[in-house]
């Protein structure tokens, strides 16, 4: 802030001339502005969800035209914005820059803002980060970062035979595993595991899937492809990140 002095002056014929001043404190408004990204890992199924709370910390001030600029990150495409606490409009201008602007915030307001977008593929693998900056008139801005983490979801895929050495009339026993290769992307969906059996194996007595509780598994097919090969399929509607299923 700043101090604005002004001085009266009084004069009388024949006498002495009198003078008084005032000073004027003028306080200057404060912004304090904070920004996440909602979650530390997205993929590209998720809507990537940034978080900004913009306050103005100046009790003795009052901020004026606030103007709060977001530029999405590239391969980041913003879908929705919506402000709270205070009056404001917000958009986003071309899928990339977000804008809100708050015509006044009090000491003690707190404007919370949400934006909602989509991040491409070609971000995965990737630490993705951006800055928004808020502004005010005739007073102290602020600006602050958020990034995250893009990852993909990834099939562990095994399979191994119960033992090395078979008699003809043994038993053969096929094991195959599945489960989310990287469990910081979540839940598979809609998984489908097959294999083609070699050749000379003559039935397949049994199969069954293991360690898939609540994941709608099902055998969806086990016949003999057109070059005379055993052929079998299993589905997963949902595979949680922590599971691993046995075939």
């Known amino acids: 802030?700043?101090?604005?002095?002004?001085?009266?002056?009084?004069?009388?014929?024949?006498?002495?001339?009198?003078?008084?001043?005032?000073?004027?404190?003028?306080?200057?408004?404060?912004?304090?502005?904070?920004?996440?990204?909602?979650?530390?890992?997205?993929?590209?199924?998720?809507?990537?969800?940034?978080?900004?709370?913009?306050?103005?910390?100046?009790?003795?001030?009052?901020?004026?035209?606030?103007?709060?600029?977001?530029?999405?990150?590239?391969?980041?495409?913003?879908?929705?914005?919506?402000?709270?606490?205070?009056?404001?409009?917000?958009?986003?201008?071309?899928?990339?820059?977000?804008?809100?602007?708050?015509?006044?915030?009090?000491?003690?307001?707190?404007?919370?803002?949400?934006?909602?977008?989509?991040?491409?593929?070609s971000l995965e693998g990737k630490t993705v980060s951006n800055t928004a900056v808020a502004t005010v008139d005739s007073g102290d801005g602020d600006s602050a970062d958020a990034d995250f983490i893009m990852t993909k979801k990834e099939i562990l895929l095994h399979k191994t035979v119960g033992k090395e050495f078979y008699q003809i009339e043994d038993d053969i026993m096929f094991y195959t595993t599945v489960q989310q290769g990287n469990p910081k992307a979540g839940d598979l969906e809609n998984i489908t595991v097959s294999d083609v059996l070699p050749e000379g194996i003559a039935e397949v007595k049994n199969i069954e899937i293991e360690g898939a509780e609540g994941s709608g598994a099902r055998i969806t097919e086990c016949e003999k492809n057109d070059e005379g090969q055993i052929e079998w399929a299993a589905h997963f509607k949902l595979l949680k990140s922590e599971q691993k299923a046995l075939i």
């Open 1 to 121: 802030g700043f101090d604005v002095s002004n001085t009266a002056h009084a004069a009388v014929q024949n006498g002495e001339d009198v003078y008084d001043t005032v000073t004027v404190h003028v306080a200057r408004p404060a912004l304090a502005l904070e920004k996440t990204a909602g979650q530390a890992f997205y993929t590209t199924e998720d809507d990537v969800v940034y978080v900004l709370t913009v306050r103005q910390t100046n009790p003795q001030a009052v901020g004026k035209h606030i103007v709060v600029t977001d530029r999405l990150p590239d391969g980041v495409t913003g879908k929705e914005i919506a402000v709270r606490g205070v009056k404001g409009t917000a958009s986003i201008q071309q899928d990339k820059l977000a804008v809100v602007n708050i015509p006044v915030l009090r000491y003690g307001d707190t404007a919370e803002i949400t934006i909602t977008a989509k991040a491409d593929a």
